[in-house]
């Protein structure tokens, strides 16, 4: 071999060594409390995604989507966040206002996909004499933690349904573990807000004694209230399989989407990264669902057309269209299953899936 060629193949495989040796690199999420179903999200993100894209992504506690949006911008580190859409979209009314801090904060992230809805639910003591969404007018609210997307989202709400902003004296910001303990406990408020997609394991791991303490307030479709809150959140279910040592029947309620977003880097080694974090999450999407939270099940791997204000990252954006374009193709070019013909299975057939009645 010929000593420049000699010199070229030292030179690469020094190259792959050091590729294969350089450690990964340490991005962090920042996501909403202990409790809620935003900090699971991101362990399966950290887990399923990041992992395999040879990224280390550490998962950090918030008050929420709120805060979310502030350590996005600001702290050293924080390159994913998960965010409520009627939060994102407040900061954007905010900067088109003329809010200076609320542009320099919301202007330069961008979206990474939507996931899924969360649901929003309305706790009171189990002897209330509420019963309904719209009857929590006047009434004391824990509307959790200054910061929390839950916080913007319980006050939106109200002033949806009522036409007017919700009194300063029947407000109290608590975290979800706080506001449970003033409901039941010295009963200072009446009613608690929590946002967390199903099953949340604030309320998945109580008791069956929860049952004799609090119970939830259901979305009435008839009432005017509840017509006017649908102009930004939307009707979903709280399945009672989810809560089963709680809940004896299905509870109407609403809904707000949640998504991932990031921050319009320039930054090549960080682009990189991100690209095969997008990679990642298109080739995994089913390990997610299969192995993540529940909520994975719901999401959809696709980049809808957005709103005003909202912009996806495009690099990220370019390989998940090119990614979810390839999937579909393959999709379209698999033979069609074969339609069995219309006769009983026999019991090997099913076994082995071969026949399905």
Same mark, same amino acid.
Request: glycine fraction near 6%; aromatic fraction near 8%.
């Given at each position: 071999?010929?000593?420049?060629?000699?010199?070229?193949?030292?030179?690469?495989?020094?190259?792959?060594?050091?590729?294969?040796?350089?450690?990964?690199?340490?991005?962090?999420?920042?996501?909403?409390?202990?409790?809620?179903?935003?900090?699971?999200?991101?362990?399966?993100?950290?887990?399923?995604?990041?992992?395999?894209?040879?990224?280390?992504?550490?998962?950090?506690e918030s008050k929420g989507s709120a805060e979310n949006i502030q350590r996005m911008r600001f702290e050293q580190g924080v390159k994913l966040a998960l965010v409520q859409s009627d939060v994102y979209q407040a900061f954007l009314d905010e900067a088109r206002a003329g809010n200076a801090d609320a542009g320099n904060l919301i202007q330069p992230?961008?979206?990474?996909?939507?996931?899924?809805?969360?649901?929003?639910?309305?706790?009171?003591?189990?002897?209330?004499?509420?019963?309904?969404?719209?009857?929590?007018?006047?009434?004391?609210?824990?509307?959790?933690?200054?910061?929390?997307?839950?916080?913007?989202?319980?006050?939106?709400?109200?002033?949806?349904?009522?036409?007017?902003?919700?009194?300063?004296?029947?407000?109290?910001?608590?975290?979800?573990?706080?506001?449970?303990?003033?409901?039941?406990?010295?009963?200072?408020?009446?009613? $608690?807000? #929590?946002? *967390?997609?199903? !099953? @949340?394991?604030?309320? =998945?791991?109580?008791?069956?004694?929860?049952?004799?303490?609090?119970?939830?307030?259901?979305?009435?479709?008839?009432?005017?209230?509840?017509?006017?809150?649908?102009?930004?959140?939307?009707?979903?279910?709280?399945?009672?399989?989810?809560?089963?040592?709680?809940?004896?029947?299905?509870?109407?309620?609403?809904?707000?989407?949640?998504?991932?977003?990031?921050?319009?880097?320039?930054?090549?080694?960080?682009?990189?990264?991100?690209?095969?974090?997008?990679?990642?999450?298109?080739?995994?999407?089913?390990?997610?669902?299969?192995?993540?939270?529940?909520?994975?099940?719901?999401?959809?791997?696709?980049?809808?057309?957005?709103?005003?204000?909202?912009?996806?990252?495009?690099?990220?954006?370019?390989?998940?269209?090119?990614?979810?374009?390839?999937? $579909?193709? #393959?999709? *379209?070019?698999? !033979? @069609?299953?074969?339609? =069995?013909?219309?006769?009983?299975?026999?019991?090997?057939?099913v076994v082995l899936g071969i026949c399905r009645q």
């Amino acid at each position: 071999m010929a000593l420049p060629s000699i010199a070229a193949a030292l030179i690469a495989m020094a190259v792959m060594t050091a590729a294969v040796a350089a450690p990964p690199a340490k991005y962090k999420i920042v996501t909403a409390s202990k409790t809620g179903t935003y900090i699971e999200i991101g362990r399966d993100l950290a887990t399923w995604v990041a992992e395999p894209a040879g990224l280390e992504l550490e998962v950090l506690e918030s008050k929420g989507s709120a805060e979310n949006i502030q350590r996005m911008r600001f702290e050293q580190g924080v390159k994913l966040a998960l965010v409520q859409s009627d939060v994102y979209q407040a900061f954007l009314d905010e900067a088109r206002a003329g809010n200076a801090d609320a542009g320099n904060l919301i202007q330069p992230l961008r979206l990474v996909m939507p996931l899924y809805d969360e649901e929003i639910y309305f706790v009171v003591r189990a002897d209330s004499p509420l019963n309904a969404i719209h009857q929590i007018k006047d009434q004391r609210i824990g509307v959790g933690p200054l910061g929390s997307g839950t916080a913007l989202t319980a006050r939106t709400l109200y002033q949806l349904m009522f036409g007017a902003p919700m009194p300063i004296a029947n407000r109290q910001y608590l975290s979800n573990e706080e506001a449970l303990a003033k409901l039941t406990v010295d009963k200072s408020i009446d009613v $608690a807000i #929590v946002v *967390a997609g199903q !099953p @949340a394991k604030l309320f =998945s791991e109580m008791k069956p004694e929860a049952r004799k303490y609090i119970k939830l307030l259901r979305l009435d479709e008839a009432a005017p209230e509840s017509a006017r809150a649908r102009k930004t959140y939307f009707p979903s279910t709280i399945r009672a399989d989810n809560y089963a040592s709680w809940l004896a029947a299905d509870v109407p309620t609403l809904t707000v989407k949640a998504y991932l977003v990031t921050y319009d880097y320039g930054m090549k080694s960080t682009v990189a990264n991100l690209v095969n974090f997008a990679d990642s999450l298109c080739a995994n999407f089913e390990l997610l669902q299969a192995k993540g939270h529940p909520k994975w099940k719901q999401v959809r791997l696709e980049l809808p057309t957005l709103g005003q204000g909202w912009r996806y990252f495009p690099p990220m954006e370019r390989r998940l269209r090119a990614c979810i374009a390839s999937r $579909a193709n #393959v999709a *379209a070019r698999s !033979p @069609a299953r074969p339609v =069995s013909a219309t006769r009983a299975c026999t019991e090997q057939e099913v076994v082995l899936g071969i026949c399905r009645q």
